[in-house]
T-cell receptor, first 110, second 114 residues
Framework: AQRVTQPEKLLSVFKGAPVELKCNYS??????LFWYVQYSRQRLQLLLR??SRESIKGFTADLNKGETSFHLKKPFAQEEDSAMYYC????????????FGSGTKLNVKP | KAGVTQTPRYLIKTRGQQVTLSCSPI?????VSWYQQTPGQGLQFLFE???????NKGNFPGRFSGRQFSNSRSEMNVSTLELGDSALYLC?????????????FGPGTRLTVL
């Protein structure tokens, strides 16, 4: 069964520290993985997708098919990174049917 | 471009009633998806409409239904409301090409069932 797991509900780090938000998935086909972010009082929005291999706001994520993971990383956290982060999965032929993880709240302390 | 809009923003209903929620996608977007968000279950996919046809469906009972109009606007309907239907209902639009698109989310409709 398709499943996305984000094991941490809350992650607190100090400004300037590295941050890693974990995402593991279970999917029988070819997955497409995404990270969405929701800042306070804003809408859910795309942060990055693995196909693009981009770095957005200093965040990167590598798809590791062997470990079925798509962890989100940033070397130096900023206070403005504080938000709710959701990992999401879709797959070939599924078009826009997404499976979302339960989310991790990142709190970056000054 | 204007973003995705959802109406109404808040709704209070009682058990057994039915409710209709509306979503207007970004201009040019042909795909509209609906999600239910609750503290316990997180974001769960309800269904996706593309060019007035349901293209994908989640694991929700038949009380949850939707439709899409020729201008891509979409509505979802929940009949015979239950207490457990209390949730934030999010709509997302996208271009609707092959593969998974970037989803643009609306602000949501907060439904409370008493």
């Amino acid at each position: 069964a398709q499943r996305v797991t984000q094991p941490e509900k809350l992650l607190s780090v100090f400004k300037g520290a590295p941050v890693e938000l974990k995402c593991n998935y279970s999917y029988s086909g070819s997955p497409e993985l995404f990270w969405y972010v929701q800042y306070s009082r804003q809408r859910l929005q795309l942060l990055l997708r693995h196909i693009s291999r981009e770095s957005i706001k200093g965040f990167t994520a590598d798809l590791n098919k062997g470990e079925t993971s798509f962890h989100l990383k940033k070397p130096f956290a900023q206070e403005e990174d504080s938000a709710m982060y959701y990992c999401a999965l879709s797959g070939l032929g599924n078009f826009n049917k997404f499976y979302f993880g339960s989310g991790t709240k990142l709190n970056v302390k000054p | 471009k204007a973003g995705v809009t959802q109406t109404p923003r808040y709704l209070i209903k009682t058990r057994g009633q039915q409710v209709t929620l509306s979503c207007s996608p970004i201009s040019g977007h042909r795909s509209v998806s609906w999600y239910q968000q609750t503290p316990g279950q997180g974001l769960q996919f309800l269904f996706e409409y593309f060019s007035e046809t349901q293209r994908n469906k989640g694991n929700f009972p038949g009380r949850f239904s939707g439709r899409q109009f020729s201008n891509s606007r979409s509505e979802m309907n929940v009949s015979t409301l239950e207490l457990g239907d209390s949730a934030l209902y999010l709509c997302a639009s996208s271009l609707g090409g092959p593969g998974a698109d970037t989803q643009y989310f609306g602000p949501g409709t907060r439904l409370t069932v008493l």
